[in-house]
């Protein structure tokens, strides 16, 4: 088994991946698992005299220390530590238990290896924990065992989790700010930087507007580099997953308004004042990492907000200029709207921040709402965790069945291979069986030159985990492979002397791991998350554009019921880990990344829209012609919707047609139009029209997302 640390996100395989890495974190690991591994490996042999607690005190050694990388500050990663211990020690426990019989041991691996990777769900430190939980699962569960081991295995397992967690917490860095919220200040900081030069007229307000689009895309980037989300489920992660978003969607409010007033100078000064202090919501935002955002008080916005409506009001629609008081208005009052959302997700993402909106990172309520949305085939997390338990469950069946001397290592194999879709796995199988060969060669040689000296071996046993525990995410994975396979072959000389011959064995037994998952990579989900990400995308329009039309029904009087979001809600959430796990793939995407990104930009911008349409009073008001014409165009645009979504799902209705949304003259000219507060209306016209502008440009990187969906697998 190589040590691959799933924080490192695989990619496509290219020479650069043949060159050892530099990375100072690697360096951290490796020291500290090479001071602790061979130690209580030591100890567990030369005092204690036992086994079972020297083998178990290695692997959990190896699991605390190089295969969970658990974030955030001593507190928290005193808790993940903990938590795996405990987890681990139950998984322990089970694993020797079902080992007793064949059939049951094959159910039991189902179950319980789904829930733990299906556990990642939770957050980062849920996801990197779970590849160190099943080890300490599979171990007992693939090796000859009684109960009456429990103990002594158990005490391998706590002797390595205490001294692991002492050592990590003594030999971490000081936890700054992390990248995330550095890349949320930083765009909050740009985006306020480019109100602030269009409201001063400032002829060079281009260069800030590069400045904020540059900062977007950083915080995408960090928000989308790891495989599973970088928050958890604490009411501060929960609050920064969601100001990634808000700030997104700022980005695209602001650089829209900005495209069409790029000087503010000479704007109404009810707007002008709205449109500075939103600037200083912003700057507010931007106080994130030092915990400064929660200084910032809303009510002055919502002062803002509120003369802006008044003066709007205060007009009468056949005034001159009215329709381009409301279109500036819509705009202000969006941008308003959206950067108040972000200050409050900011407050609440401050660290210490009292404002605990969800029950805690352990409560049930918690992990349902986060869990709940992916009970679903078109989850990545579902489906892989599905294809893990059923090649975790066929691996132990074929070792059992077999009869082959080390079981484990053909259920450890399949672990170390298994990967999104059948093609990545079936490069990784090969990548491990030429890394086994290679550490095989190297281990004969070692002792063909030291032989089976206990004191040779010694000395060997520390640099042979210095480099396993380096080389995850900065050695070849070939490389890693042959560095676990001279440690294993170290350990198991110095607890029972059996030359090279150990090695060969494990070849064997990795060549049949490998098979395994081939087969399971084959016949579940051999396309990887690339067929899932266009489901998802097809939800995500789908229930994007439902949730659109209704919210728009509710702000023009036409439905008094709440729109619920709960639906665009979960299929974004599905869509956001389908993407990661899809990018996360090693091999050629065949859909450009900008493509892939405007696709989902377009699903969040129906959802956001929505969501401001919401926020809007519902008027207790007779619907007249005006709202029904817009209460039919948000219908409309929900059929658009549809219609592209049976394009990236399969059910594909043809050619998608594009609307054109009736212009505010000729609103106004509808029979019974009332003129009479029309605000409200005239801003979901001004939603609709924003929204319908940007449809065409998702149609041509719907049709290439499509066009995948006929390729074959294998390529």
Not at 391 to 419: D, N
Request: aromatic residues 6%.
């Amino acid at each position: 088994m190589a040590i691959d640390s799933p924080a490192v996100k695989t990619r496509r395989i290219t020479p650069r991946d043949w060159v050892p890495q530099w990375s100072a974190g690697a360096v951290l690991r490796a020291v500290r698992a090479t001071l602790v591994v061979p130690a209580l490996f030591a100890f567990s042999v030369t005092v204690i005299g036992n086994l079972q607690v020297a083998t178990f005190a290695a692997f959990g050694g190896f699991a605390t220390l190089v295969l969970a990388s658990f974030g955030g500050d001593w507190r928290d990663k005193l808790r993940a530590h903990f938590g795996l211990a405990v987890a681990g020690s139950v998984l322990l426990v089970v694993g020797t238990a079902a080992s007793a019989s064949l059939p049951l041991a094959a159910v039991v691996t189902l179950v319980v290896v789904f829930l733990v990777r299906f556990s990642g769900v939770a957050g980062p430190n849920a996801a990197t924990g779970a590849p160190a939980a099943l080890l300490a699962y599979v171990l007992p569960a693939a090796s000859p065992g009684t109960l009456g081991m429990v103990p002594d295995r158990l005490a391998g397992w706590w002797l390595a989790s205490v001294v692991g967690t002492a050592v990590v917490l003594l030999l971490s860095p000081r936890s700054p700010a992390t990248a995330l919220r550095d890349a949320a200040s930083r765009s909050a900081g740009t985006l306020a930087g480019y109100l602030d030069a269009a409201l001063r007229g400032d002829p060079d307000v281009q260069a800030a507007k590069e400045a904020a689009v540059e900062a977007k895309h950083r915080l995408i980037e960090e928000f989308t580099a790891t495989p599973y989300r970088p928050t958890g489920l604490a009411a501060e992660d929960q609050a920064l997953d969601s100001l990634v978003g808000l700030l997104e969607w700022c980005c695209s409010v602001i650089a829209d308004t900005l495209g069409e007033y790029p000087d503010l100078s000479r704007a109404p000064e009810v707007e002008r004042e709205l449109l500075a202090e939103t600037s200083a919501c912003l700057r507010a935002v931007a106080g994130l990492p030092a915990g400064r955002s929660g200084a910032f008080d809303t009510d002055e916005l919502d002062r803002r907000i509120q003369a802006s409506v008044a003066w709007l009001r205060g007009m009468g629609s056949g005034d001159p200029g009215y329709a381009d008081a409301v279109h500036l208005s819509f705009h202000a009052r969006t941008a308003a709207f959206a950067a108040r959302a972000a200050a409050v997700e900011a407050r609440a993402a401050t660290p210490g921040s009292r404002q605990r909106r969800f029950p805690g990172s352990l409560s049930l309520t918690s992990l349902t709402r986060v869990a709940s949305p992916q009970t679903s085939l078109r989850s990545v997390w579902f489906v892989n965790s599905l294809r893990g338990a059923v090649a975790l469950s066929a691996a132990v069946v074929v070792a059992g069945a077999s009869g082959v001397e080390h079981g484990f290592w053909v259920v450890l194999g399949t672990l170390s291979v298994l990967r999104g879709n059948a093609a990545a796995t079936g490069s990784t199988a090969l990548r491990a069986l030429a890394g086994t060969v290679l550490g095989v060669v190297v281990g004969a040689l070692l002792l063909l030159v030291i032989g089976t000296s206990t004191p040779a071996l010694w000395i060997a046993l520390p640099l042979a985990v210095l480099v396993a525990s380096y080389a995850p995410g900065a050695l070849p994975f070939t490389v890693g492979q042959a560095a676990f396979t001279v440690t294993v072959v170290v350990l198991f000389n110095l607890l029972a002397p059996a030359g090279w011959r150990i090695g060969v064995v494990r070849i064997e037994d990795i060549a049949i791991g490998c098979a395994v998952c081939l087969v399971a990579g084959a016949l579940f989900w051999p396309r990887g998350a690339r067929a899932v990400v266009a489901d998802d995308l097809a939800d995500a329009f789908r229930t994007g554009g439902a949730y659109l039309a209704t919210a728009a029904h509710w702000a023009l009087g036409l439905r008094h019921d709440p729109p619920a979001p709960a639906a665009a809600t979960a299929a974004g959430a599905r869509l956001d880990d389908a993407l990661r796990g899809f990018l996360s793939e090693q091999g050629t995407k065949h859909v450009p990344k900008p493509l892939l990104w405007r696709l989902v930009t377009g699903t969040v911008r129906a959802r956001l829209t929505a969501h401001s349409l919401a926020g809007l009073p519902n008027p207790h008001v007779e619907p007249d012609p005006f709202r029904r014409l817009l209460g039919e165009q948000a219908g409309q645009l929900a059929a658009w919707y549809d219609h592209l979504a049976s394009r990236l799902d399969r059910t594909d209705h043809g050619d998608v047609p594009m609307l054109a949304p009736p212009t505010f003259p000729e609103l106004l000219e509808q029979p019974g139009a009332s003129v009479r507060d029309l605000a409200c209306a005239l801003w979901v016209h001004e939603h609709i029209k924003h929204i319908a502008a940007r449809l065409a440009e998702l149609v041509e990187p719907a049709g290439v997302v499509a066009a995948q969906r006929h390729r074959p697998w294998w390529r």
